[in-house]
């Protein structure tokens, strides 16, 4: 049977290709001179921004695109650069945008056009039509304006469906440094939209490309100096997350094969796990917000580290990610690791086989509050041996920190061209890996130590009794007033 060619779409299709394409090479050369990081993970669910909620009643209604109507999955990105010695305050970089947002897109690929509101000013309920080369123009509307951000949605005809936040912040750990982050939460607004975002990349590639340059421009406005790579994150959550199951569900059939299969190292013969013997013994650690002396306290940096641990979320996502069974006890986990390089992605497993929850003698540094695991490679995993991953309070001083300890060897490849791959590279991402496991770590637990409601324990206070109830007392006082008599 044939299929008759919808020769509308592919011209469509067609149309939407060649320019972006173009525009992409275009920036590939000018996008190589920053300096970009990039991480994406998968999640069940995101949140979308509640951004303009409260100020977009007047608004008409009808002509939003919220991602709610959109088609495939849901993204929530975050581009994001740190300045030191800024030149300017918060609201002043934010008001250098409103003057001229042109400044900083690139006109080669987007140029702002105000279609409601009054000229040379920014308030809320004001629309634009972004021209950007090719069939991608998209309409938006202001729907929120503060002294230190701004925000967009998009309305009916736009290639997404969604919202976009600009905001300028105080770095959460270094004085004198700010951040410039660029928020947006969408859907493509259509299937062919979402086929060359999601399938393809070619439009997430462009626009990754188009932040990034405008994020470069907010560094040269604010005349400080970019600390670090401009960081893209994003967060995938599937469209219906009601529908989808669980990843670990989806990885049900991964975890029976691999409950079967045994360690591929013998941890009875650990005195032989020495450098000599062609082991990598390694050992990382760095420190967090510290506690007051004493036991850990709630919501403090010890319990949040704890919870990150035990979730397995302080490794970068974009280097391993872990699956395992949410209610299983953690000294029965068994955890599927997902292992990223390059376009190349390899499921290993690997096994708890020791939780950790002691109070122990750190010599000189006094009593500390120590709670981790270690887990063991089983067989078909690239490397032999252990890691153990602890975070630690000292009782004395109130210090918190979060350590890495482990020993591995490269185990048997079957395949000669992973083997080859993994000799090349495999210490080299194993330091990686330890290197932003403490990077990461410390992120998280600035951030949700910021967010969590610290509780104060109430200060306990003593019953107080009038003198009289204390014979004894009562007569000492007699004395003293005597005296002075």
Request: charged share 25%; with cysteine.
């Amino acid at each position: 049977m044939k299929h008759k060619i919808d020769h509308k779409r592919l011209l469509k299709a067609a149309a939407i290709a060649i320019p972006v394409v173009g525009i992409s090479w275009f920036f590939i050369q000018r996008w190589k001179l920053l300096v970009v990081r990039e991480t994406e993970v998968n999640v069940p669910v995101t949140r979308a921004s509640s951004i303009g909620s409260n100020r977009q009643a007047a608004a008409d209604q009808s002509s939003r695109q919220t991602a709610q109507s959109g088609e495939g999955d849901f993204y929530n990105r975050t581009y994001q650069v740190d300045i030191q010695q800024a030149k300017v305050d918060k609201a002043e970089l934010i008001q250098a945008i409103l003057h001229d947002i042109n400044r900083f897109t690139p006109q080669e690929m987007a140029h702002f056009e105000k279609t409601e509101g009054a000229e040379n000013t920014f308030q809320v309920g004001d629309e634009f039509l972004v021209r950007i080369s090719g069939p991608w123009n998209g309409p938006v509307r202001l729907v929120d304006l503060q002294p230190d951000s701004f925000s967009f949605e998009t309305l009916q005809g736009h290639l997404e469906a969604g919202k976009i936040q600009f905001i300028v912040l105080d770095h959460p750990e270094q004085e004198g440094v700010i951040r410039f982050e660029i928020r947006s939460w969408a859907r493509s607004s259509n299937r062919v939209t979402d086929f060359f975002y999601r399938v393809l990349g070619i439009s997430k590639f462009s626009q990754t490309r188009m932040w990034t340059f405008f994020l470069d421009k907010i560094v040269e406005t604010s005349g400080g100096e970019r600390v670090g790579a401009i960081k893209v994150m994003t967060h995938k959550a599937p469209h219906d997350p009601q529908a989808e199951q669980p990843l670990w569900k989806q990885y049900s059939r991964q975890f029976e094969r691999w409950r079967s299969i045994e360690l591929n190292f013998d941890p009875s013969k650990q005195e032989e796990f020495t450098q000599a013997n062609g082991w990598y013994i390694d050992d990382y650690q760095i420190g967090l917000p510290s506690e007051p002396p004493g036991d850990p306290v709630k919501n403090g940096a010890w319990e949040i580290a704890k919870a990150i641990v035990n979730n397995y979320e302080f490794p970068d996502p974009a280097l391993i990610s872990g699956i395992f069974v949410p209610d299983q006890p953690l000294n029965e986990r068994l955890m599927i690791v997902k292992a990223h390089f390059l376009f190349f992605t390899f499921v290993l497993g690997v096994k708890i086989s020791k939780v950790i929850e002691e109070i122990r003698d750190a010599g000189k540094r006094g009593k500390a509050c120590v709670w981790g695991y270690s887990y063991s490679t089983l067989t078909g995993h690239f490397e032999m041996g252990e890691i153990t991953f602890e975070v630690w309070k000292f009782l004395e001083t109130g210090a918190v920190e979060f350590r890495i300890h482990a020993y591995s060897k490269p185990a048997r490849i079957a395949n000669p061209f992973y083997q080859l791959g993994f000799r090349i590279f495999g210490r080299s991402l194993q330091k990686r890996f330890g290197a932003t496991s403490l990077e990461r770590m410390q992120r998280l637990v600035l951030e949700r130590i910021t967010s969590s409601p610290q509780t104060e324990e109430p200060l306990e206070t003593p019953d107080v009794q009038p003198i009289s109830s204390d014979e004894a007392a009562t007569d000492k006082a007699e004395e003293i007033t005597e005296g002075k008599e």
